[in-house]
């Protein structure tokens, strides 16, 4: 698993770091980094899942379940369609 700490989203309530105390480090503002890089081994993954899931912000985020983008595949469609849109 890997994951993707934005701390220009993250409000700084340390909910993760609550959750995952090996992976997230508060700095001396009270936002948090990550510890061990992005890479979040076997055994952290329910830990990262957690305070990913409880994170107000969103701003963990899970880079192994993002949808490619690819021009003109079912993704790209699917990412822009809207009811009424000509996408369709
Ligand atoms: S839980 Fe989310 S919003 Fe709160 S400090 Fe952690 S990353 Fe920031």
Do not use: Q
Request: glycine letters at 10%.
């Amino acid at each position: 698993m890997r994951i993707k700490l934005d701390r220009t989203v993250c409000d700084g309530f340390g909910a993760c770091a609550v959750h995952a105390p090996d992976l997230f480090d508060m700095d001396d503002w009270g936002y948090p980094t990550l510890r061990g890089g992005n890479d979040i081994a076997p055994e952290d993954e329910a830990a990262a899942r957690r305070a990913l899931l409880d994170c107000p912000a969103h701003a963990i985020i899970d880079l192994d379940d993002r949808v490619p983008l690819l021009a003109g595949g079912e993704a790209a469609v699917a990412r822009t369609s809207r009811p009424g849109s000509s996408a369709e």
